[in-house]
């Protein structure tokens, strides 16, 4: 008869406040045979509030390599292995993925045992569209390397959502407004699930001034929630424009689907034609 191998469970914990603790979490962690841990002294100190006796395992970035193969082993031979970060769910911009990519390619189980995360936290009380975002994690560290970082993102529609520490808040903020404009609408988010949790909103020059009159916001991490890019409404047209000319012109001459576009789009028949050249549907002596 064929062994049974163990399950590795992805278990989300508190980001902050022990009350958010989820029952299912609790009684997986009391039962695993290990639980590998990004900190085993935090992870140790939500054991001990809740009562559970465990076996820690130190699995973080730098020693992932050499851990990994006895969590794999283990699993193997048939003990549970639950997987936490410091806090919230782990692989959100904390290890554990390499762990979970051997799984999978093992045919091991991997169950998600869901719970807080400060991402999904600040966006659903940010005040900022939630039907579309970016996680970017933190920033890199250096304004140039952080301005291309940013530069690449910079025409997301959706809300971008990265973390960072508040003694980097002032000089990231005055990256956000160089590359994606002052106009942006930005929510900080602050000691999350805490006592003293704020929300601070509005644009990159009116938060930094709000930062540097109130050195308490300096203190922590933050998750940083960004405004998508807004679509200019010129820029609007034109890509509708240039929709309905790519349809028309697959099946039409040029100026037949000018003609067609115009009446379905309103624009002048002249900056249709010109935009249908531009995109290669026809020649001027068509």
Known sequence: MQQ?????YVVATPIGNLADMTERARKILSEVALVAAEDTRETLHLLNHFGIAATLVAYHDHNESRVAPRLLADLEAGRDVALVSD?????????????????????????????????????????????????LGFPPRTSSQRRTWLGEVADEPGTLILYESAKRALATLEDLGAVLGEHRRVVLARELTKRFETFLSGQ??????????????????????VEGRSLDPDEGERIEQERVLRILGEALPLRQAVDLAARLTGARKNTLYRLGLDLGLGAAGD
Request: charged residues 20%; negative net charge.
């Open 4 to 8: 049974q191998r163990g399950i590795l």
């Open 87 to 135: 806090a919230g769910t782990p692989l959100i911009n904390d290890p554990g993925y390499s762990l979970v990519a051997a799984a999978r390619e093992r045919g091991l189980t991997v169950v998600p045992v869901p719970g807080a995360n400060a991402a999904i936290c600040a966006l659903s009380a940010a005040g900022l569209p939630s039907d579309r975002f970016l996680f």
């Open 204 to 225: 990159p020059r009116e938060l930094i001034a709000r930062l540097e009159a109130d050195p308490e916001q300096q203190l922590g991490e933050l998750v940083i929630l």
